[in-house]
T-cell receptor
Framework: EADIYQTPRYLVIGTGKKITLECSQT?????MYWYQQDPGMELHLIHY???????EKGDLSSESTVSRIRTEHFPLTLESARPSHTSQYLC????????????FGDGTRLSIL | KQEVTQIPAALSVPEGENLVLNCSFT??????LQWFRQDPGKGLTSLLL?????REQTSGRLNASLDKSSGRSTLYIAASQPGDSATYLC???????????FGKGTRLSVIA
C-alpha cells in the first residue's frame, strides 16, 4: 500500500475562489508529480519536482502553480478557479533512478461551478 | 514528442479467458515502458516496468512484452478474474529519462 495522500478527495466550489490541493508522501521520495485527468481520457503531466526547491512545468499548459518547500509535501494551487479547471488531479511520487512516477494518490476530483 | 495509443478502448470477456491488451508508441528510442492499473475513483497502481534493454516482464498472471522496433507493447493476462476488471494504462517517457506520456487506457470488464 503506497503512502501518498491527497486531500480533499472531492471539492465543489464556485468560480474565482483560490484553491490548494494537498499532496503528501511519507516515503521520503525526492521526485513528485501532478497529473490532470479528464473522464475517459489520458493523464497529462502538469508539474513535477525532482527535489526541494525544484519545480518544472509539464507537457500540458496549466494555470496552476506548485511549490516544494519540504520533501514530503507538494501542494498545487489555483489562484482563481474557473469551470475549465474541472477535472481529476492525481499526485505521484518516485524514488526510482528513472524519472517516472511509481506511487499514485487516489486523486482529487475538482468541480468548479 | 512521444504519442501512446491503446486498443481496444474497452473489452469485455468471460471469466477464465486469456486476453491481450495492446499499446503502441511513436518514438522507438524509449527509455522504458510501464503498465498501470486504475480502479474507478482511484489512483494508478504500477503493474510492470520494462526497461529498454528487456523484451518482457512477468508478475503472476501478467506478462508484458516490448518490441521497440515495431513500437509496440502487449499486456497478457492469463485466466482472467472479475477482480481484474479495471482500466489498464500504458505509458512511456516523452524522451530519454523524462516523466511519462500516457495512453487513454483499455477499460476491461471480466464477467463472472
Amino acid at each position: 500500500e503506497a503512502d501518498i495522500y491527497q486531500t480533499p478527495r472531492y471539492l465543489v466550489i464556485g468560480t474565482g475562489k483560490k484553491i490548494t490541493l494537498e499532496c503528501s508522501q511519507t516515503m521520503g521520495h525526492d521526485k513528485m508529480y501532478w497529473y490532470q485527468q479528464d473522464p475517459g481520457m489520458e493523464l497529462h503531466l502538469i508539474h513535477y519536482s525532482y527535489g526541494v526547491n525544484s519545480t518544472e512545468k509539464g507537457d500540458l499548459s496549466s494555470e496552476s502553480t506548485v511549490s516544494r518547500i519540504r520533501t514530503e509535501h507538494f501542494p498545487l494551487t489555483l489562484e482563481s478557479a474557473r469551470p475549465s479547471h474541472t477535472s481529476q488531479y492525481l499526485c505521484a511520487s518516485s524514488d526510482r533512478v528513472s524519472n517516472q512516477p511509481q506511487h499514485f494518490g487516489d486523486g482529487t476530483r475538482l468541480s468548479i461551478l | 514528442k512521444q504519442e501512446v495509443t491503446q486498443i481496444p478502448a474497452a473489452l469485455s470477456v468471460p471469466e477464465g479467458e486469456n486476453l491481450v491488451l495492446n499499446c503502441s508508441f511513436t518514438d522507438s528510442a524509449i527509455y522504458n515502458l510501464q503498465w498501470f492499473r486504475q480502479d474507478p475513483g482511484k489512483g494508478l497502481t504500477s503493474l510492470l516496468l520494462i526497461q529498454s534493454s528487456q523484451r518482457e516482464q512477468t508478475s503472476g498472471r501478467l506478462n508484458a512484452s516490448l518490441d521497440k522496433s515495431s513500437g509496440r507493447s502487449t499486456l497478457y493476462i492469463a485466466a482472467s478474474q472479475p477482480g481484474d476488471s479495471a482500466t489498464y494504462l500504458c505509458a512511456a517517457p516523452n524522451s530519454g529519462n523524462t516523466p511519462l506520456v500516457f495512453g487513454k487506457g483499455t477499460r476491461l470488464s471480466v464477467i463472472a
